[in-house]
C-alpha cells in the first residue's frame, strides 16, 4: 500500500498537477464555463419546445399561432448559437488575468480576431429552387455556434498569447503624466490589438489567395476557404471521432475514476480538453434536434449524466445501501452525511469519508460501475431502445431519474438510468456487505479496547 | 477569522462551511468562513485570512501556494478524512493552527 501511495504521490500527482496547472488548459477549462449558464437557460426553452406528449404541438400552435416553435426558442439562438463567440472571450480574458495584463481588452480583441477569420457571407437556398446562393453582409450563425467553437479557442489563445508577449516586452505607447488613467490603459492596448488583429487577416488572406490559385484543392482540402473550414477538418472532425466511439466514452471514464480513486477531482482535471468536444457534440444533437434530423452523436456531455449518477463511481447506490443495510456505526453516520449531496451528485463525503480513495476494496466498484454503464446505455442508445441526448444540458447537480428525462427529452432516459442504477446495485453489493464487516470488526475491536481500558 | 475554502466549483466544499460555521457558533468564535470554485479564487482572496483546499483540488496547492504566499496568507489542503466525513470542528481548528503559525 506504501509503495502504491507513493508511486501516485511522486508519479500521478506531477502529473495531474502539471495538467490541471497548464495556463492554457486552465483557461480553456475556466473561460469555456462562461457558456454553461447561458446553454442551461437555453435548455430550458429548449425543453418546452420538445415536450414528449402527442398533441402537444397542436395545442401550442392552437393557442400561439403556427410559428410558436420559432418564437419559443429566439433564445436557443442567443445561448447556444453563440457558444464559440462567448468562449472566445472567456477564454482570452482568463488567459490575460493569469498574465497579469488587462483581461477586458484581450477578451474584446481576441472576439474582434474570432471574426475576421470568419468570412461574412452565408449559404441560402431560395424557396422553390435548389441551388443555394451566396449571401453576403451576414455573421454566419452557424459559425458562432458549436461550429466555430474549435477556431474561437485557437484564436483566443493566439491572440492572447501575442496580445500579452508585446504587453510585456514593454511595446506600447505611452502617455505622458497627468493622462488619466483609464485613458492611458486605452492605448496600452493599441499597439498589441493592431498586432493581432494584422495577424489573423494576413492568415485570412493566405488562406483565400492559396484557396484561388487551388493550392489547398490539390492537398485534398478542396471545399477549405477559410480557417473554420480548415480546423473542422483538421481538427474537429477527427476529435469527435475519437470521442464519440464507444471506445473513447470508455477511455475517458476510466480516466475520471482513476484519478478520482486518486482522490483528485477527474473531471475537472479532463475537462479543459474534453469540455470543448464533448459540447459540440452536445449542439450537434440540438441541431439536428431543431432541423428535425436524425441525431448524430451518442456520446455527448449529457450522455455521462446518464452514466455518473450521484456523482463519480455512481456512488449514490453505494450511500443508498449505507442508508438502508448498514450494520456499522461509521457506515450509517456516513450514510446520513452522504445522502442528500449524493441525490445531487455531489459525492465527496463518500469518496473521502467511506474513504474509496487509496482504498482497494472500494476502488473495484468505483471504477468497474461506471465503465459498465457507460457500455450499457451506449449499446442500449445505439440500438435504438433508448432515444439519444437530444442537446439539452440539464446542470450536473440536476437528480438522476430526472435528468436522463431531460435529456433525452423522454421516459425512456429515466428508464435508462433506472436500469443503470440496478445494475449498479448489483455490482456494489458485494463490496458494500465487506466493506461494513471491516467497520463492525473494527468498531467491536475498539470497543473491547476501550471496556479494558474501563476495567 | 476569514476562512476561504475552495473546491473545483465551490459546492462539496460549502457543505463543509455549514458545519464549520456550526462549530464557530457553538464555541462563539467569530469567524467568517465562504466557499468558491478554484478559478474565483482571486477575486476572494483579500478578504480571507487563509485558504483551505479541498482534497479533490491538492493538485493545484503548489500554485495556490504562491498566491497566498503573494497576500501573506496560510494556504493547505484540507485533511481527506476530515473532509469526507464533514467534520468541522477539526477543520476549524487546523484553520487556527495555520492562521497561528
Same mark, same amino acid.
Given at each position: 500500500?506504501?509503495?502504491?501511495?507513493?508511486?501516485?504521490?511522486?508519479?500521478?500527482?506531477?502529473?495531474?498537477?502539471?495538467?490541471?496547472?497548464?495556463?492554457?488548459?486552465?483557461?480553456?477549462?475556466?473561460?469555456?464555463?462562461?457558456?454553461?449558464?447561458?446553454?442551461?437557460?437555453?435548455?430550458?426553452?429548449?425543453?418546452?419546445?420538445?415536450?414528449?406528449?402527442?398533441?402537444?404541438?397542436?395545442?401550442?400552435?392552437?393557442?400561439?399561432?403556427?410559428?410558436?416553435?420559432?418564437?419559443?426558442?429566439?433564445?436557443?439562438?442567443?445561448?447556444?448559437?453563440?457558444?464559440?463567440?462567448?468562449?472566445?472571450?472567456?477564454?482570452?480574458?482568463?488567459?490575460?488575468?493569469?498574465?497579469?495584463?488587462?483581461?477586458?481588452?484581450?477578451?474584446?480583441?481576441?472576439?474582434?480576431?474570432?471574426?475576421?477569420?470568419?468570412?461574412?457571407?452565408?449559404?441560402?437556398?431560395?424557396?422553390?429552387?435548389?441551388?443555394?446562393?451566396?449571401?453576403?453582409?451576414?455573421?454566419?450563425?452557424?459559425?458562432?455556434?458549436?461550429?466555430?467553437?474549435?477556431?474561437?479557442?485557437?484564436?483566443?489563445?493566439?491572440?492572447?498569447?501575442?496580445?500579452?508577449?508585446?504587453?510585456?516586452?514593454?511595446?506600447?505607447?505611452?502617455?505622458?503624466?497627468?493622462?488619466?488613467?483609464?485613458?492611458?490603459?486605452?492605448?496600452?492596448?493599441?499597439?498589441?490589438?493592431?498586432?493581432?488583429?494584422?495577424?489573423?487577416?494576413?492568415?485570412?488572406?493566405?488562406?483565400?489567395?492559396?484557396?484561388?490559385?487551388?493550392?489547398?484543392?490539390? !492537398?485534398?482540402?478542396?471545399?477549405?476557404?477559410?480557417?473554420?473550414?480548415?480546423?473542422?477538418? !483538421?481538427?474537429?472532425?477527427?476529435?469527435?471521432?475519437?470521442?464519440?466511439?464507444?471506445?473513447?466514452?470508455?477511455?475517458?471514464?476510466?480516466?475520471?475514476?482513476?484519478?478520482?480513486?486518486?482522490?483528485?477531482?477527474?473531471?475537472?482535471?479532463?475537462?479543459?480538453?474534453?469540455?470543448?468536444?464533448?459540447?459540440?457534440?452536445?449542439?450537434?444533437?440540438?441541431?439536428?434536434?431543431?432541423?428535425?434530423?436524425?441525431?448524430?452523436?451518442?456520446?455527448?456531455?449529457?450522455?455521462?449524466?446518464?452514466?455518473?449518477?450521484?456523482?463519480?463511481?455512481?456512488?449514490?447506490?453505494?450511500?443508498?445501501?449505507?442508508?438502508?443495510?448498514?450494520?456499522?456505526?461509521?457506515?450509517?453516520?456516513?450514510?446520513?452525511?452522504?445522502?442528500?449531496?449524493?441525490?445531487?451528485?455531489?459525492?465527496?463525503?463518500?469518496?473521502?469519508?467511506?474513504?474509496?480513495?487509496?482504498?482497494?476494496?472500494?476502488?473495484?466498484?468505483?471504477?468497474?460501475?461506471?465503465?459498465?454503464?457507460?457500455?450499457?446505455?451506449?449499446?442500449?442508445?445505439?440500438?435504438?431502445?433508448?432515444?439519444?441526448?437530444?442537446?439539452?444540458?440539464?446542470?450536473?447537480?440536476?437528480?438522476?431519474?430526472?435528468?436522463?428525462?431531460?435529456?433525452?427529452?423522454?421516459?425512456?432516459?429515466?428508464?435508462?438510468?433506472?436500469?443503470?442504477?440496478?445494475?449498479?446495485?448489483?455490482?456494489?453489493?458485494?463490496?458494500?456487505?465487506?466493506?461494513?464487516?471491516?467497520?463492525?470488526?473494527?468498531?467491536?475491536?475498539?470497543?473491547?479496547?476501550?471496556?479494558?481500558?474501563?476495567? | 477569522?476569514?476562512?476561504?475554502?475552495?473546491?473545483?466549483?465551490?459546492?462539496?466544499?460549502?457543505?463543509?462551511?455549514?458545519?464549520?460555521?456550526?462549530?464557530?457558533?457553538?464555541?462563539?468564535?467569530?469567524?467568517?468562513?465562504?466557499?468558491?470554485?478554484?478559478?474565483?479564487?482571486?477575486?476572494?482572496?483579500?478578504?480571507?485570512?487563509?485558504?483551505?483546499?479541498?482534497?479533490?483540488?491538492?493538485?493545484?496547492?503548489?500554485?495556490?501556494?504562491?498566491?497566498?504566499?503573494?497576500?501573506?496568507?496560510?494556504?493547505?489542503?484540507?485533511?481527506?478524512?476530515?473532509?469526507?466525513?464533514?467534520?468541522?470542528?477539526?477543520?476549524?481548528?487546523?484553520?487556527?493552527?495555520?492562521?497561528?503559525?
Amino acid at each position: 500500500m506504501s509503495k502504491y501511495n507513493s508511486f501516485l504521490e511522486n508519479k500521478v500527482m506531477p502529473i495531474a498537477s502539471k495538467m490541471a496547472g497548464q495556463r492554457h488548459l486552465l483557461a480553456l477549462r475556466d473561460g469555456i464555463i462562461l457558456t454553461m449558464p447561458l446553454i442551461i437557460i437555453g435548455s430550458l426553452f429548449l425543453i418546452l419546445g420538445f415536450i414528449p406528449i402527442p398533441g402537444y404541438n397542436e395545442f401550442m400552435a392552437s393557442i400561439f399561432g403556427d410559428a410558436w416553435m420559432t418564437k419559443l426558442l429566439y433564445p436557443v439562438g442567443a445561448t447556444y448559437d453563440i457558444m464559440a463567440l462567448i468562449a472566445t472571450f472567456g477564454i482570452a480574458y482568463r488567459l490575460a488575468e493569469q498574465y497579469k495584463v488587462d483581461p477586458l481588452s484581450a477578451g474584446a480583441v481576441a472576439v474582434s480576431a474570432f471574426l475576421i477569420a470568419t468570412p461574412y457571407f452565408t449559404m441560402f437556398t431560395p424557396e422553390g429552387t435548389e441551388i443555394a446562393v451566396q449571401v453576403g453582409g451576414v455573421i454566419p450563425v452557424t459559425l458562432m455556434g458549436s461550429k466555430g467553437l474549435f477556431v474561437g479557442i485557437l484564436i483566443a489563445l493566439f491572440s492572447t498569447e501575442i496580445y500579452r508577449k508585446i504587453i510585456q516586452k514593454n511595446i506600447v505607447i505611452k502617455m505622458p503624466e497627468g493622462v488619466p488613467p483609464s485613458v492611458s490603459k486605452s492605448f496600452v492596448a493599441l499597439i498589441p490589438a493592431v498586432i493581432v488583429i494584422s495577424s489573423v487577416w494576413l492568415i485570412r488572406i493566405g488562406i483565400e489567395n492559396l484557396y484561388h490559385l487551388n493550392f489547398l484543392g490539390k !492537398l485534398g482540402f478542396t471545399n477549405t476557404t477559410s480557417l473554420h473550414d480548415i480546423i473542422t477538418l !483538421l481538427l474537429s472532425e477527427p476529435l469527435g471521432i475519437l470521442s464519440g466511439s464507444l471506445i473513447g466514452a470508455i477511455i475517458y471514464t476510466l480516466l475520471v475514476h482513476l484519478l478520482w480513486v486518486c482522490g483528485l477531482h477527474g473531471s475537472s482535471i479532463l475537462g479543459g480538453v474534453m469540455t470543448p468536444i464533448l459540447l459540440t457534440a452536445t449542439d450537434q444533437n440540438r441541431l439536428a434536434l431543431q432541423a428535425g434530423e436524425e441525431l448524430p452523436n451518442i456520446v455527448t456531455s449529457p450522455f455521462f449524466e446518464l452514466v455518473f449518477m450521484g456523482g463519480s463511481g455512481v456512488s449514490i447506490v453505494f450511500v443508498v445501501m449505507m442508508v438502508l443495510f448498514a450494520k456499522s456505526e461509521q457506515s450509517k453516520q456516513l450514510g446520513k452525511i452522504a445522502i442528500a449531496p449524493s441525490i445531487f451528485n455531489i459525492n465527496e463525503p463518500v469518496v473521502f469519508g467511506a474513504p474509496v480513495v487509496m482504498n482497494p476494496l472500494l476502488m473495484i466498484p468505483f471504477i468497474l460501475t461506471p465503465v459498465v454503464l457507460t457500455v450499457t446505455t451506449y449499446i442500449m442508445m445505439k440500438s435504438g431502445f433508448i432515444p439519444l441526448t437530444n442537446g439539452t444540458l440539464p446542470p450536473w447537480t440536476t437528480p438522476p431519474i430526472i435528468s436522463g428525462f431531460l435529456a433525452t427529452g423522454s421516459w425512456k432516459g429515466s428508464l435508462m438510468q433506472i436500469i443503470n442504477l440496478v445494475i449498479a446495485f448489483a455490482i456494489y453489493l458485494p463490496f458494500f456487505k465487506m466493506w461494513d464487516k471491516q467497520n463492525t470488526a473494527m468498531e467491536k475491536g475498539t470497543e473491547n479496547i476501550n471496556v479494558t481500558k474501563a476495567i | 477569522m476569514n476562512i476561504l475554502l475552495c473546491c473545483a466549483a465551490g459546492m462539496s466544499t460549502s457543505l463543509l462551511v455549514t458545519k464549520m460555521e456550526a462549530y464557530a457558533k457553538a464555541t462563539g468564535m467569530k469567524a467568517k468562513i465562504w466557499a468558491v470554485g478554484a478559478s474565483d479564487v482571486n477575486n476572494h482572496i483579500d478578504n480571507a485570512d487563509v485558504l483551505l483546499l479541498g482534497p479533490q483540488v491538492r493538485y493545484m496547492l503548489p500554485n495556490m501556494k504562491k498566491v497566498g504566499a503573494e497576500k501573506g496568507i496560510p494556504v493547505d489542503s484540507i485533511n481527506p478524512v476530515h473532509y469526507g466525513m464533514c467534520n468541522g470542528q477539526e477543520v476549524v481548528k487546523f484553520a487556527q493552527n495555520l492562521i497561528g503559525s
